[in-house]
């Protein structure tokens, strides 16, 4: 997908197949999981992604040695989750993904690798959520395991200008990090995670 406009996609669509329609029951569960204080704001781009990515940041904690909770959909990793399971940043990001599709968004699961990803030290690889943005006509990256998105002034980045931004120590870029109750700013150096 290089352009949308956020319209529901067919169903019968060659051309981004997604797992599930917004009217199907998962879509529908999915939905009603969310508090009416987030999805209030589902039509402004701007709150909502912002604030759905923090709401599944807080709906369990990461752990890295726990296994990809493969056969799980996202209702089910939800209701794990609210019994203390704990899971990876796969789930983060497929509960994210699915969460934004759920609503009609256009979203993908975006996989990240370092250079020495041979190195079987944590933190080799890492996954993340792309929304297209139609505010911004562009992808736009959210990670939900860190509670963050990216912007260099004031324009959400995807996960190649990022990368790009990382690479270049591009002083303009500022990492928006949740914490607690509202979103800070992090610079450069914080954002190591998503290096190349």
Request: glycine fraction near 4%.
């Amino acid at each position: 997908v290089l352009n949308s406009h956020n319209e529901l996609l067919d169903p019968h669509s060659y051309f981004y197949p997604f797992a599930f329609r917004p009217s199907d029951s998962m879509a529908i569960q999915l939905r009603r999981t969310l508090p009416a204080s987030v999805s209030l704001n589902c039509n402004d781009e701007s709150v909502f992604f912002p604030a759905v990515t923090a709401w599944v940041h807080a709906q369990w904690q990461h752990d890295s040695y726990n296994s990809v909770a493969e056969h799980a959909n996202s209702v089910e990793i939800l209701q794990r989750a609210s019994r203390g399971e704990r899971f990876t940043c796969v789930e983060y990001a497929r509960v994210l993904t699915d969460m934004l599709i759920s609503h009609g968004y256009a979203a993908r699961m975006v996989g990240l690798s370092r250079r020495n990803i041979s190195n079987p030290k944590m933190g080799a690889r890492h996954v993340v959520t792309e929304v297209w943005s139609c505010q911004h006509q562009k992808w736009m990256m959210l990670d939900a395991q860190f509670g963050s998105y990216a912007e260099r002034n004031g324009i959400p980045l995807h996960v190649a200008e990022l990368q790009e931004a990382v690479r270049t120590n591009d002083s303009s870029l500022v990492l928006r990090v949740w914490s607690d109750k509202a979103y800070t700013d992090r610079r450069l150096d914080d954002s190591i995670v998503y290096s190349q």
